[in-house]
């Protein structure tokens, strides 16, 4: 389970520094949020990914884990609807959120 905390962890990285990394003409080709909304997603995804695996690596608050696990599958929840309602295709996000109920879960 730790390998799939870790590849998860990578994921939100990636999608995280994305996020803080986008211009202000980047973000505003979707005008159901603003720039600092989205910047505070990419915090969000990047504080998510290291509760995903620092508490496991260092023994320290070992239940973080679940804590960011559950916290970030309600982030993967609101990116479901927002695709939703967009109608656009929200299968990878909702498998996401699916497999970090089970860590929540699990852990």
């Known amino acids: 389970m730790f390998v799939v905390q870790v590849v998860l962890a ?4 990636a999608a ?8 202000r ?13 989205v910047r505070l997603l990419g915090a969000a995804e990047l504080l998510g990914a290291v509760g995903l695996v620092a508490p496991t690596i260092t023994g320290v608050a070992p239940f973080l884990t679940r804590v960011a696990a559950a916290c970030l599958a309600t982030l993967m929840g609101g990116a479901v609807a927002t695709l939703a ?8 996000p909702t498998v996401v959120a699916l497999v970090l109920i089970a860590i929540a879960t699990v852990r």
Do not use: C, Y
């Open 25 to 37: 003409d980047e973000v505003a080709h979707n005008p159901q949020f603003s720039a600092a909304q």
């Open 85 to 92: 309602i967009g109608r656009k295709q929200a299968i990878v």
């Open 16 to 23: 995280g520094v994305m996020k803080l990394a986008k211009t």
């Open 10 to 13: 990578v994921v939100f990285v």
